[in-house]
């Protein structure tokens, strides 16, 4: 199911607790209260703006004639909460323990879907509309009565209910996190449920709420939720679990008689009958398995394979197709992130500095055959980008943290430095080595060292070997700085556990959002999420005036106002110095066995695939006789 965050890509992812809810009587004085104010809605949006009307017969950027059939089989691009790029050990995806597999999130039923050609909008799903109270504090959904769980059974609005609530009380971090706005929700019957949300509530949480799955009660009645687990649990989604091997594959079987197959919302999506994931721990052996055809689809995160790889006899001969398919999401912000909880961190001069060491025109060059562009901004490739002086408007959210936050926020937003290519710009180092002076580090002994004579070292964590070329360059830099700095390979479930714990020095992070960011902001830049483990923040942010901009984000009542925010939030960000911002690209690249179909566009903020594309079995047929 689409949820109104998508889940985190490389480019670029129960039981009721006392006092949830004031109680069955009174929730439902309270609803009967509502009533006469409330607006009954086919779709929610941030904004309140719906592309599509009620009634409508499918999204514009299917095809509802899509036939059913085939398979569909890619590596892991994209994941969401304990989903792992590299490996699975559970099925278990919305709590923090395990390693769960890619896409459990088919299987499940939500109570709204995404439109992937709108910024925010969700049509109903499980529900078929909505009432929303005039304070929007109050959703109260009408569950479709032809809902149902893979094994026949009724989903009612209990089991929305007990969902909710569970997820609010054991979920993933990341999910309590969003959720903290929500008061709790309580079944008024079978086909309505009511979620009530907390005053000042952040404006995405509704959608978020909408996009969560729902559960069967009756079975978590016998199993444990906040476990790790192989057991496949009881779906309602499109797709149900099917053969798998832990680690290696999994694959997901087409539900045939799905009851939501016929919703607006589902039509012409949805066509394989089989959707298949591999786990490679390598991408050069990934790209191997896609040329010997072990899978029929690959998204290129390598720019040298894409430059100089596809030159096999099946693309040369047509069997294998190669596109490239626009991204017009915010491209988001990657890069080396420190850990400022540890005290070597501490003083965003000496983080400042350390970004004159990465000679990124280099890099791109030596290493990423010039296909990327450099990253300045968490919200890249997007109108919320902050760029030239402050605007009046953003001066004045700004204007009472003057003194507070570093005088760069009321200037020109930091941009990272152009290096001359070489790989080792004798002007950026110099500087370098003069602003680590200024700021109390020099020279002894040939060693960086800190007010206490102690060297500055520290160590680069990844999980995946391919990134290895990309830091040897701005470790050799940083020993021309007299800073030692080591990189460890761990394997994906070390390394999640070490992110959850914050147990790392510097690490790459990818902070993805979407074009209408909301509570997501909090889960990677709060001082909440700073001391919770398993958040986002992994620089471990915790700056009165971050969380300030992120509640105005939250708190805005129109586009413009949001943008304004966003761009102020920015400043901030990028003059604290959390990170050596690294690249983006603006696409997708991506290469297929030509066995399939696909609407003529793909939807405006999504790849579109495997969602809307479909198995030709006449293509695959001319691809078999060929050989």
């Given at each position: 199911?689409?949820?109104?965050?998508?889940?985190?890509?490389?480019?670029?992812?129960?039981?009721?607790?006392?006092g949830a809810?004031?109680?069955?009587?009174?929730?439902?004085?309270?609803s009967?209260?509502?009533?006469?104010?409330?607006?009954?809605t086919?779709g929610?949006?941030?904004?309140?703006?719906l592309?599509?009307?009620a009634?409508f017969?499918?999204?514009?950027?299917?095809?509802p004639n899509?036939p059913?059939?085939?398979?569909?089989?890619e590596?892991?691009?994209?994941?969401?909460?304990?989903?792992?790029?590299l490996?699975?050990?559970s099925?278990?995806?919305?709590i923090?323990?395990?390693?769960?597999?890619?896409a459990?999130?088919?299987?499940?039923?939500t109570?709204?879907a995404?439109?992937?050609d709108?910024?925010?909008a969700?049509?109903?799903?499980?529900?078929?509309k909505?009432r929303?109270s005039?304070?929007?504090?109050?959703y109260?959904y009408?569950?479709?009565p032809?809902?149902?769980?893979?094994?026949?059974?009724?989903?009612?609005?209990?089991?929305v209910a007990?969902?909710?609530?569970l997820?609010?009380e054991?979920?993933h971090?990341?999910i309590?996190?969003?959720?903290?706005?929500?008061?709790?929700?309580?079944?008024?019957d079978?086909e309505?449920?009511?979620?009530r949300?907390?005053?000042?509530?952040a404006?995405?949480?509704?959608?978020f709420v909408?996009?969560l799955?729902?559960?069967s009660?009756?079975?978590?009645?016998?199993?444990?939720?906040?476990?790790?687990?192989?057991?496949v649990?009881?779906?309602?989604?499109?797709?149900r679990?099917g053969?798998f091997?832990?680690?290696?594959?999994?694959?997901?079987?087409?539900?045939?008689?799905?009851w939501?197959?016929?919703?607006?919302?589902?039509?012409g999506?949805?066509?394989f009958?089989?959707?298949?994931?591999?786990?490679?721990?390598d991408?050069?052996v990934?790209?191997?398995?896609?040329?010997?055809?072990?899978?029929?689809f690959?998204?290129?995160?390598?720019?040298?394979?894409?430059a100089?790889?596809?030159?096999?006899p099946?693309i040369?001969?047509?069997?294998v197709?190669r596109?490239?398919?626009?991204?017009n999401?915010p491209?988001?912000g990657?890069?080396w992130?420190?850990n400022?909880?540890?005290?070597?961190?501490?003083?965003?001069?000496l983080?400042?500095?350390?970004?004159y060491a990465?000679?990124?025109e280099?890099?791109?060059?030596t290493?990423?055959?010039?296909?990327y562009?450099r990253?300045?901004?968490?919200?890249q490739n997007s109108?919320?980008?902050a760029?030239?002086?402050p605007?009046?408007?953003?001066?004045k959210?700004?204007?009472?943290?003057?003194?507070?936050?570093?005088?760069q926020v009321f200037?020109?937003p930091f941009?990272?430095?152009?290096?001359d290519?070489?790989g080792q710009?004798?002007a950026l180092?110099?500087?370098?080595?003069?602003m680590l002076?200024?700021?109390?580090?020099?020279?002894?002994?040939?060693k960086?060292?800190?007010?206490?004579?102690?060297p500055i070292?520290f160590?680069?964590l990844?999980?995946?070997?391919?990134?290895?070329?990309?830091?040897m360059?701005l470790?050799?830099?940083?020993?021309?700085?007299?800073?030692e700095?080591?990189l460890?390979i761990?394997?994906?479930?070390q390394y999640?556990?070490?992110?959850d714990?914050?147990?790392?020095?510097?690490t790459?992070?990818?902070?993805s959002?979407?074009?209408?960011?909301?509570?997501a902001l909090?889960?990677?830049f709060?001082?909440v999420a700073?001391a919770?483990?398993g958040s986002?923040?992994l620089?471990?942010?915790?700056?009165?005036a971050?969380?300030?901009l992120?509640d105005?984000?939250?708190d805005v009542?129109t586009?413009?106002?949001?943008?304004?925010?966003a761009?102020a939030?920015d400043?901030?960000?990028?003059?604290?110095?959390?990170?050596i911002?690294?690249?983006?690209r603006?696409?997708?690249?991506i290469?297929?066995w030509?066995?399939f179909?696909?609407p003529?566009?793909p939807?405006?903020?999504a790849?579109?695939?495997?969602?809307?594309?479909w198995?030709?079995?006449?293509k695959?047929?001319?691809?078999?006789r060929s050989?």
């Open positions: 199911m689409s949820l109104p965050r998508k889940p985190l890509s490389r480019r670029r992812v129960l039981v009721l607790s006392a809810f004031a109680g069955p009587v009174l929730l439902r004085s309270q009967a209260a509502f009533a006469a104010d409330e607006v009954e086919h929610i949006s941030a904004f309140g703006d592309k599509y009307p009634g017969k499918h999204f514009d950027y299917v095809n899509a059913k059939g085939g398979v569909f089989s590596t892991v691009t994209s994941r969401q909460y304990n989903q792992n790029f490996t699975f050990n099925l278990n995806s919305f923090l323990k395990g390693d769960a597999a890619r459990m999130e088919l299987t499940f039923a109570l709204m995404s439109a992937e709108e910024r925010d969700m049509y109903g799903l499980a529900a078929d909505v929303i005039a304070d929007g504090l109050v109260r009408h569950i479709r032809e809902a149902r769980f893979h094994d026949g059974t009724k989903l009612t609005a209990k089991d007990f969902s909710l609530n997820l609010k054991k979920g971090p990341l309590t996190q969003q959720m903290r706005d929500v008061k709790g929700a309580e079944a008024d079978d309505t449920v009511t979620v949300f907390a005053e000042k509530r404006r995405d949480v509704p959608l909408a996009g799955p729902i559960f009660r009756a079975y978590y009645a016998t199993h444990e939720f906040d476990q790790s687990t192989l057991d649990p009881m779906g309602s989604g499109p797709y679990v053969r091997e832990p680690g290696r594959y999994i694959e997901y079987q087409r539900v045939a008689d799905w939501g197959a016929k919703l607006p919302v589902s039509i999506q949805y066509n009958d089989t959707v298949r994931y591999e786990y490679y721990r991408r050069d990934a790209f191997e398995g896609f040329k010997a055809k072990s899978y029929l690959r998204e290129e995160f390598t720019s040298r394979t894409w100089t790889g596809y030159d096999f099946a040369r001969d047509g069997r197709k596109e490239e398919i626009p991204d999401t491209s988001g990657q890069g992130v420190f400022t909880r540890r005290a070597k961190f501490s003083n965003p001069r983080r400042e500095a350390l970004n990465f000679d990124f280099w890099t791109n060059k290493i990423m055959y010039g296909a562009r990253t300045h901004s968490v919200f109108d919320m980008m760029q030239g002086l605007s009046p408007e953003e001066r959210l700004l204007e009472p943290w003057r003194g507070k936050v570093p005088d200037g020109e941009v990272p430095p152009v290096s290519g070489s710009d004798r180092l110099r500087k370098a080595s003069q002076q200024d700021a109390g580090f020099p020279i002894r002994n040939g960086r060292v800190n007010a206490r004579g102690e070292a160590e680069f990844i999980d995946e070997p391919s990134f290895q070329p990309h830091h360059p470790i050799k830099n940083l020993a021309t700085l007299g800073i700095a080591t460890r761990v394997d994906p479930v999640k556990a070490r992110t714990e914050f147990d790392f020095d510097v790459v992070v990818r902070m959002f979407s074009t209408t960011p909301g509570e909090r889960t990677y709060s001082s700073a919770t483990k986002q923040n620089a471990g942010i915790a700056n009165p971050v969380d300030a992120i105005r984000i939250i009542k586009r413009t106002e949001l943008v304004i925010a761009r939030l400043r901030v960000l990028r003059a604290g110095q959390y990170w911002p690294q690249w983006h603006a696409s997708h690249p290469a297929y030509d066995v179909g696909h003529e566009a939807p405006y903020y790849r579109g695939a495997p969602e809307t594309w198995y030709d079995r006449d695959a047929a001319r691809l078999e050989g």
